[in-house]
């Protein structure tokens, strides 16, 4: 069974730190992109950041540029998302997703949620003081 489940996620103040966990069972991340989307209340899922392991390539949005890190551990099969100076804007439930075996992963895109097939069941982060 392909499984994705994102732990780490949590309360932390304005300009604090959280990173987030998105440990894969039953595939390999080298065959796939690997993404974080994320959905506030009332809001459509937008696209956080992707990597493509094999290719060394990664993509933020605007929004978190600078600010957040994608990561992985091959030793542990999971991926990782350093958020740093969380922001109020930055509440959400946070999702990681996968596309491939057969895909381009020469390249990795956020602006659609289309191509990953693969979910996790999602992990709220809120930023309050």
């Known amino acids: 069974q392909l499984q994705l489940v994102e732990s780490g996620g949590g309360l932390v103040q304005p300009g604090g730190s959280l990173r987030l966990s998105c440990a894969a069972s039953g595939f390999t991340l080298d065959d796939y992109i690997i993404a974080w989307f994320r959905q506030a209340p009332g809001k459509e899922r937008e696209g956080v950041s992707c990597?493509?392991?094999?290719?060394?390539?990664?993509h933020y949005a605007d929004s978190v540029k600078d600010r957040f890190t994608i990561s992985r551990d091959n030793t542990k099969n999971t991926v990782y998302l350093q958020m740093n100076s969380l922001k109020p804007e930055d509440p959400a439930v946070y999702y990681c997703a996968a596309d491939g075996p057969f895909t381009d992963l020469s390249m990795c895109v956020v602006s659609s949620t289309l191509s990953y097939d693969i979910w996790g069941q999602g992990i709220q982060v809120t930023v309050s003081s």
């Open positions: 990597v493509s392991l094999v290719a060394g390539l990664t």
